[in-house]
């Protein structure tokens, strides 16, 4: 294709599912992207890019922001033609629709979960005793953040009480 190939980046043993800061040889690839020193990735597979289509997306819109084409060759993808920048774009697509269906069904957990009673969020560290002296500490006069630091609470927990 007359590209000049400066190297090859295998991160061997690390799955395509890892983040990028969790595979070095694809880490130092995006720097030297960013550094403008790579204009064409080519690879053999997505796969070997990207195993979750979030991280995959991620990775390429961060390669098309720097102007980096690729090329994967068992798909026959190319980035720098238009077909290839329509799948990319139909990828991104597909991916925010993903996202979306996810936050759905998040929310309708969450929902189904209250409904039979279930506490949604951190567990309350507020207990009746603590509820208490936090009355008493601020009717003898105490200050918000005073009560706060002595029983190494929140000051929006103190607030909430009182």
């Known amino acids: 294709m007359g590209y ?3 190297s090859e980046f295998i ?3 690390i799955s395509g599912t890892k983040t990028r800061v969790e595979r070095p040889a694809l880490d130092e690839m995006l720097k030297l992207v960013t550094q403008r020193k790579i204009q064409m990735i080519l690879c053999w597979d997505i796969s070997r890019l990207g195993r979750s ?4 997306i991620e990775i390429l819109n961060e390669l098309q922001s720097l102007k980096c084409d690729l090329y994967f060759h068992k798909n026959g ?6 077909q290839g920048r329509m799948i990319f774009q139909i990828c991104g ?3 925010e629709f993903e996202r979306s269906l996810i936050s759905e ?3 309708a957990g969450q929902v189904r979960a209250k409904k039979n009673g279930t506490h949604i969020g951190r567990p309350t560290q507020m207990t009746p005793a603590l509820s208490t002296s936090i009355r ?3 009717e003898q006069g105490m200050a918000i953040g005073r009560i706060a630091k002595t029983l ?3 000051v929006s927990t103190i607030y909430s009480v009182i």
Not at 53 to 56: E, V, Y
């Open 11 to 13: 991160d061997h043993g």
């Open 136 to 138: 008493l500490m601020r």
């Open 152 to 154: 190494r609470v929140g």
């Open 53 to 56: 289509l979030q991280h995959l």
């Open 93 to 95: 697509c597909l991916a």
């Open 77 to 82: 993808i190319d980035t720098s033609t238009i």
């Open 4 to 6: 000049n190939v400066i």
């Open 105 to 107: 069904r998040v929310r």
